[in-house]
């Protein structure tokens, strides 16, 4: 599951900017763009020879360093060939308490969202069946209706680009709970997000629409979906050590890596994954390398060659040159080849998995421990770099802007941006506060995404060698922006182009003064709250009388009731971030009691501060008080107005429990 970075990246509102024009048009393979940063003319690196002696050694230097160095229990790695296995290797724990190897025959690992690509190719299974059509309205294939956006209905192939528009949805998620499991027909129904892009303008990642697309093939085979990929994808390829169900059949159970935040802590409840199509697959690491082999070798006993090359040769529109979606996989140029493949990500375990058609290779990881600060991340993207450096290497990137354009170039991109895979229209926007992404400029000019940075091994070295395109020199991977009348008006890196764009924040969402804003306003409510036991104390004390009377003294007195009011809503949104950022389980039942009473309370302590604050301001005007009560006053007020903005602008109000 693409948490990214645990779904706190980019989750705010949507500013509505234009979006780029769609129409999914396939394309043939040769007409599939050439990295533009790597011209031909460059040197060629010298190429390792691709066998199990030399693979083995060089992750063998490799894997135990990374382990260690990033507090990782345990791991597995499988490179094939053609219809072979190249290496198939475990690496450390897969159950530190007992001291248990990984073995990659048996171990079974969580690969997360790689689990959608057996959904798309089941999906697929059934286009060539004549049971499905991937451009067909999806509402042909479903028992209830997902209505329209902007008259336009989706299809399957809008759900296997992820351009399909529904915002994020993460109540029904992932759970440590066994009984969270819920049949697909309930889910599809209870979890159905709001659709916030017309379909096929904006890719925006969504665990819902796969599922959906889960639903779809159990509807239309007549085969409960667990059953479906057993008979259909696991049982031609003999994939003994692999399961969709959840929890786990007992005959596999044993076979089970324990997972783990780091190889320091104790191990963690076998998670359950809710939209199972989306990513509720265990499978050993010799599994996953027969997947591989099947799709290279055009499908293999799963499809037809012509379907396979249709999924694995499409490319969606996206954002300048960048990776883009194939049908369901993904793509990722490197050394001027583009491989195609999905990762994958639940709370302790985080995959990939990449295919080379063209070099008949391909590479599967997974690890069983987040890591620590992010190791996994770091870990995957630099084998993917180093083994695609060092088996299928190519020319380093050349050109360059020249630096005064480079520099007004960077100016422009400079600022604050939301993601298009984000909580739009209910509550959860709220979390766009904490996840804004920043793109800054450093005083050499170069532009710098930090929040991405986590996603490689190092911080990544931007160098403009298009207009608006940048290349990162360690990796190779581009960021583009798309520039209309003079501004950016979308931003994307190779790292997650496929499924999310990033577009400006809105002038009124913006974190650069809207945060500050905020805290200042809550300090302002802090004071004034604090204000009043301390000034009835310092009156007792001093056996004095309080100076306000009648309607002034109520309406001071409600401000501070309201203020304390705010403090609590705080204290509550605080206390629910933490705990579901810790456990995102918590969410879809545990938690529900403090999200309805925290939509009920905000909007009461926000409106009622400000109606109560401006009430006292205009009573100190008319009552014509000391210029200092007026300006503590007129600073409450403009609080509160901040505080109501807050309260309306990211939905922290309402009663829908979708979200």
């Not at 993460?170 to 049949?183: G, K, Q, T």
């Not at 209870?190 to 904006?202: D, I, K, Q, S, Y």
Request: proline letters at 7%; aromatic letters at 10%.
């Amino acid at each position: 599951m693409r948490f990214i970075r645990k779904l706190m990246i980019g989750l705010a509102a949507l500013l509505a900017l234009p979006l780029v024009a769609q129409g999914p048009v396939p394309q043939q393979p040769s007409e599939q763009p050439e990295s533009p940063a790597l011209p031909a003319s460059a040197a060629q690196a010298e190429r390792a020879e691709l066998d199990a002696a030399d693979v083995e050694a060089w992750l063998d230097g490799f894997m135990p360093f990374a382990l260690d160095r990033g507090q990782i229990a345990g791991a597995v790695v499988v490179v094939v060939r053609g219809d072979g296995p190249v290496l198939q290797k475990g690496y450390g724990f897969a159950d530190v308490a007992s001291r248990k190897p990984v073995d990659p025959q048996t171990t079974l690992f969580r690969p997360g969202s790689v689990s959608k690509l057996f959904t798309w190719t089941a999906v697929m299974q059934q286009v060539e069946a004549g049971k499905l059509d991937l451009d067909e309205d999806v509402n042909a294939y479903l028992e209830f209706e997902i209505p329209p956006y902007e008259s336009e209905p989706i299809t399957l192939r809008h759900i296997m680009t992820h351009t399909a528009g529904f915002e994020e949805s993460i109540r029904h998620l992932i759970s440590s709970d066994p009984d969270a499991v819920m049949p697909l027909q309930d889910y599809a129904r209870e979890a159905l997000p709001a659709r916030v892009f017309a379909p096929g303008t904006t890719p925006a990642y969504s665990n819902y629409a796969t599922a959906l697309a889960g639903h779809i093939v159990e509807r239309v085979s007549g085969e409960p979906f667990d059953d479906y990929v057993e008979r259909h994808i696991f049982a031609p390829l003999e994939m003994r050590y692999a399961t969709f169900r959840q929890p786990l059949p007992e005959a596999l159970g044993p076979f089970m890596s324990s997972g783990y935040s780091t190889v320091t802590e104790k191990a963690k409840p076998f998670e359950i994954v809710i939209p199972a199509p989306a990513g509720s697959l265990s499978a050993s690491g010799a599994a996953m390398g027969k997947f591989m082999m099947a799709h290279l070798n055009d499908g293999g006993a799963l499809l037809q060659p012509e379907t396979a090359r249709t999924m694995h040769d499409y490319r969606a529109p996206g954002v300048g040159p960048l990776n883009t979606m194939a049908l369901g996989f993904y793509e990722q140029w490197v050394n001027g080849r583009r491989a195609i493949g999905h990762g994958g990500d639940t709370e302790w375990f985080h995959s990939y998995l990449w295919l080379f058609p063209e070099a008949d290779i391909g590479l599967f990881v997974s690890v069983n421990s987040a890591g620590k600060e992010g190791a996994a991340g770091a870990l995957r993207s630099a084998l993917f770099h180093e083994f695609a450096d060092r088996y299928l290497p190519g020319p380093d990137p050349t050109g360059r802007v020249d630096p005064e354009t480079a520099r007004e170039h960077a100016a422009m991109m400079a600022g604050h941006y939301v993601s298009s895979r984000g909580s739009f229209t209910n509550f959860m926007s709220v979390l766009g506060l904490l996840g804004q992404m920043q793109i800054v400029v450093g005083e050499d000019g170069k532009i710098a995404m930090p929040a991405l940075d986590g996603l490689s091994a190092a911080a990544r070295d931007w160098v403009e060698v298009e207009p608006f395109l940048w290349v990162d020199t360690a990796t190779g991977e581009r960021l583009a922006a798309e520039v209309k009348d003079g501004r950016v008006v979308r931003v994307s890196t190779d790292a997650i182009s496929p499924f999310m764009v990033l577009e400006p924040a809105s002038a009124g969402e913006n974190t650069a003064w809207l945060m500050p804003a905020l805290l200042l306003a809550l300090a302002l409510v802090l004071l004034a709250a604090l204000a009043w036991p301390v000034r009835a104390l310092v009156r007792r004390h001093f056996d004095a009388s309080f100076a306000l009377e009648n309607d002034a003294r109520k309406a001071w007195r409600l401000s501070r009731i309201f203020a304390w009011l705010v403090l609590l809503a705080v204290a509550g949104w605080v206390m629910l971030v933490v705990t579901f950022s810790g456990d995102i389980g918590s969410l879809g039942g545990p938690l529900d009691w403090l999200i309805i009473l925290l939509r009920i309370l905000t909007p009461i302590a926000t409106v009622g501060l400000l109606a109560a604050s401006a009430w006292h301001l205009w009573l100190c005007f008319r009552d014509r008080r000391r210029w200092t009560m007026k300006l503590g006053g007129v600073l409450l007020v403009l609080a509160a107005l901040v505080l109501v903005w807050v309260t309306f602008a990211f939905n922290l109000y309402g009663f829908s429990m979708v979200y």
